[in-house]
């Protein structure tokens, strides 16, 4: 169990438009979803972390009104990349939390990650 | 299916040495990496192997086998600030990454 999907997983725009990525949990319920970016061979950047049913929090830097996080539900989180440039490609990876009758527990799970190409 | 295994849990000495196993099972391979994370924080990146052989980064090594589908991690002179989960992630022929469980490795005095 504990199976987190991305899609897509390969997304090639142009600048200017946006893009959604969506993040699952497939067979557990996740209270909490974080949304990372990772450069090559680099740590994952944490950019926010949402909760179902509330505001996502971002962190210091990241600027909320280009990625859009929505958490409508405990096994779906999407993030919109808005007005996307060359700058924003990057490797997109989303993690859950699980949880039952609000409780979470400490373990991510990791998706496999979105590759996105800002042409 | 693809999967990638290690161990929930570990526990070793201060000072000592611990090596945190790793094996996998994928659809292609693109190169394996190691992440440390502390609890509430992100992942941060240890090391990447993608040939045969091992890779030695100060108190870290990590050490891979395409041929058997395993790789392990290994950390010297253990400190405190070791305690930590340590994922093992492979990355797929569609640059995917596959993600162990991770390990808990818990340090004591």
């Known amino acids: 169990g504990a199976v987190v999907s991305q899609h897509p997983s390969w997304v090639i725009c142009k600048s200017g438009t946006s893009v959604k990525i969506e993040c699952r949990s497939l067979?557990?319920?996740?209270?909490?979803m974080f949304w990372y970016r990772q450069f090559p061979k680099q740590s994952l950047m944490l950019m926010a972390t949402?909760?179902?049913?509330?505001?996502?929090?971002?962190e210091q830097g990241v600027e909320k009104d280009k990625f859009l996080i929505n958490h409508a539900s405990l096994t779906l989180s999407t993030l919109t990349v808005t007005s996307a440039h060359p700058e924003d490609s990057s490797f997109y990876i989303c993690?859950?939390?699980?949880?039952?009758?609000?409780?979470?527990?400490?373990?991510?799970?990791f998706g496999p990650g979105t590759r996105l190409t800002v042409l | 299916g693809q999967n990638i295994d290690q161990p929930t849990e570990m526990t070793a000495t201060e000072g000592a040495i611990v090596q945190i196993n790793c094996t996998y099972q994928?659809?292609?391979?693109?190169?394996l990496f190691w992440y440390q994370q502390h609890a509430g924080e992100a992942p941060t990146f240890l090391s990447y192997?993608?040939l045969d052989g091992l890779e030695e980064k100060g108190r870290f090594s990590s050490f891979l086998s395409r041929s058997k589908g395993y790789s392990y991690l290994l950390l010297k002179e253990l400190q405190m600030k070791d305690s930590a989960s340590y994922l093992c992630?492979?990355?797929?022929?569609?640059?995917?990454?596959?993600w162990g469980a991770g390990t808990k490795l818990i340090i004591k005095p």
């Open positions: 994928t659809s292609g391979f693109n190169g």
């Open positions: 992630a492979v990355m797929d022929s569609n640059y995917q990454l596959i």
């Open positions: 993690s859950a939390k699980r949880g039952t009758s609000g409780i979470t527990t400490d373990t991510q799970y």
């Open positions: 192997n993608v």
């Open positions: 949402s909760n179902e049913g509330s505001k996502a929090t971002y």
């Open positions: 067979d557990f319920q996740a209270t909490t």
